[in-house]
């Protein structure tokens, strides 16, 4: 099993930036990808960016390329993913969610994903 806990959300104005984190903790393997996607309101949950476990291959939603960037620290007890946010638009508002795959195959997809996190709001004001 997988815990994910994300931290780090909350209200900014335009062009603002903002650092999520995801603590990720339990049984982890080296095949993992971590993701982050999102989800507005009356929308569909959305694909952000994703990166391997060993943080050698990263990709980014064309929405989100050159403003968001996503990373990873791995520790011995805990793993930690970012996401860094500049550049912040209105249209960036929503909850954004860390998940974690067995596999970086089809990372855009959120049904490749097995485990979740609670969420956490970012606000975007113009």
């Known amino acids: 099993q997988v815990q994910l806990v994300e931290s780090g959300g909350g209200l900014v104005q335009a062009r603002g930036s903002l650092r999520l984190s995801c603590a990720a903790s339990g049984r982890t393997f080296s095949t993992f990808a971590m993701g982050w996607f999102r989800q507005a309101p009356g929308k569909e949950r959305e694909f952000v960016a994703a990166?391997?476990?060993?943080?050698?291959?990263?990709?980014?939603a064309d929405s989100v390329k050159g403003r968001f960037t996503i990373s990873i620290f791995r520790g011995n007890a805990q793993n930690t993913v970012a996401l860094q946010m500049n550049n912040l638009k209105p249209e960036d508002t929503a909850v954004y969610y860390c998940?974690?795959?067995?596999?970086?195959?089809?990372?855009?997809?959120?049904?490749?994903?097995?485990?979740w996190g609670q969420g956490t709001q970012v606000t975007v004001s113009s």
């Open positions: 998940a974690a795959a067995k596999y970086y195959y089809y990372h855009t997809l959120k049904e490749n994903y097995d485990y």
């Open positions: 990166i391997t476990w060993d943080g050698r291959s990263t990709d980014h």
